[in-house]
């Protein structure tokens, strides 16, 4: 009911904007827009999805995107380093960052929300150190793409943009065959046919729809196929390995996981490197969509990144979330964004309506849960 319900408010979204904007909402240019704009916060979501599972919190993640952006700025234009190393180089630097408060979270036992804290004043304070309080412009085209670079294209309509959802559209369907074949071999209850099919038929649908838009605007979008590769690599972490069953294992309860074998110290530990390395990814992201690195870079990020986690599902106690349900609560909040920017919508009132978007999301998270409990 969480997961369908979440998919079901997108799409009155989408629909609800389509008609006040005179269908706007919904142009190609708009689309590919919509997926550039918002990457920095489903990158920041995938991660932080796991690290609220696992009962914690990151506030820190804006600064570390600030600090990565300035890192990778220095290493291409006053280290004289090509742009694919200044890429390397500011994904290890989140990484360590994330070790750095992992260090402190998990063996030293300060929790999260103060560490994380420590951390956003820690590293905004170190952007500002780096970059002087001002800004390095100039970067590399080829670095540049990364935020708003597209694929090489066929032309107008794309054949490559057709082909890759195409392929997107055959792989689902095989998981979907693929999964149920499984269940039914073990004897485990699956869900009725007629519904999954449902289910995966306005899936490929909205897949073809996509790549129609963007094969008559500039094609795929780089960072699209960043997107996919992440939200298949950290589904199947999280549902098929060991380290995704002992994050749900020590958000549903923490002591009951410890008892059970779990080493949850180095569980929380390489959780923050996990969410270190995202922020730096998103990072270079979000740099690479601007153009240049600014101390001011990441505002807020985290913020949006926490919201579209519970609006995506997630339980506010953890133990209770999925990457597809916090990629679809970032696409709300891109959609309200989208919409309301279309609209004219003053910047204060879409912060009125953002933040009551989330109230309502986990207010429904903590109704249902009271009803299942009595």
Do not use: C
């Not at 369908?4 to 904007?17: R, S, T």
């Amino acid at each position: 009911m969480r997961q369908y319900g979440i998919l079901a408010a997108l799409a009155i979204i989408i629909l609800l904007f389509q008609v006040l904007t005179g269908g706007r909402l919904l142009y190609p240019g708009n689309v590919s827009n919509l997926i550039q704009q918002n990457a920095y916060v489903l990158i920041l979501a995938i991660g932080m999805v796991i690290v609220i599972i696992a009962g914690h919190i990151d506030l820190s993640v804006g600064s570390i995107v600030a600090v990565v952006g300035a890192v990778a700025a220095l290493s291409m234009q006053s280290w004289g380093l090509p742009w694919w190393a200044a890429v390397v180089i500011a994904l290890i630097t989140g990484a360590l960052i994330g070790a750095w408060q992992g260090f402190w979270v998990a063996f030293v036992g300060i929790p999260a929300f103060i560490v994380t804290l420590a951390g956003m004043l820690v590293f905004r304070g170190l952007a500002l150190v780096l970059l002087t309080g001002g800004t390095i412009s100039g970067l590399p085209p080829e670095f540049n793409a990364i935020g708003s670079g597209t694929l090489p294209t066929t032309g107008t309509p794309d054949l490559i943009t057709f082909a890759i959802a195409a392929l997107a559209a055959v792989a689902l369907i095989f998981q979907q065959v693929r999964t149920r074949a499984t269940l039914r071999r073990l004897g485990l209850p699956r869900e009725r046919a007629v519904s999954a099919w449902i289910k995966v038929g306005i899936a490929v649908a909205a897949i073809l729809y996509v790549a129609y838009l963007l094969a008559y605007n500039r094609g795929t979008p780089i960072i699209l196929i960043i997107l996919a590769a992440l939200i298949l690599i950290y589904s199947f972490v999280l549902s098929r390995t060991v380290f995704g069953r002992h994050v749900y294992a020590m958000g549903g309860n923490l002591f009951a996981a410890q008892m059970s074998g779990v080493k949850t110290k180095w569980v929380t530990f390489f959780i923050f490197v996990n969410m270190g390395f995202l922020a730096g990814l998103a990072g270079v992201v979000s740099t690479a969509r601007a153009g240049s690195a600014v101390a001011s870079a990441g505002t807020s990020f985290e913020l949006d990144a926490i919201a579209a986690v519970f609006i995506g599902g997630a339980a506010v106690q953890g133990g209770v979330g999925t990457v597809v349900g916090a990629v679809i609560g970032g696409l709300v909040m891109g959609v309200l964004n989208q919409g309301l920017s279309i609209l004219s919508v003053d910047a204060a009132w879409q912060q009125v309506i953002k933040g009551l978007v989330l109230l309502l999301a986990v207010a429904f998270d903590v109704m249902s849960k009271r009803r299942s409990g009595r």
